[in-house]
């Protein structure tokens, strides 16, 4: 479906927005990045990323 809307957050500083743009997927909005205590810290490159939705509540 080519005008399907699909959400995806990262965090601005990943590197991934101009990738996923060229990919053909355009940023639409900006999302405030949100942990509960001291958010998770990338070690030596590697980033963390996880599958989550709305729904789980």
Known sequence: ???AFVRIDIPAECG???W???AGLKQVD???RMAKG???QA???VHL???ITQ???
Do not use: S
């Open 1 to 3: 479906m080519p005008d």
């Open 38 to 40: 001291e958010p998770p």
């Open 20 to 22: 996923l743009e060229q």
């Open 43 to 45: 070690r030596a490159g």
């Open 30 to 32: 900006t999302v405030a």
């Open 16 to 18: 991934l927005g101009d």
């Open 55 to 57: 729904a789980i509540g």
């Open 49 to 51: 990323f996880a599958l």
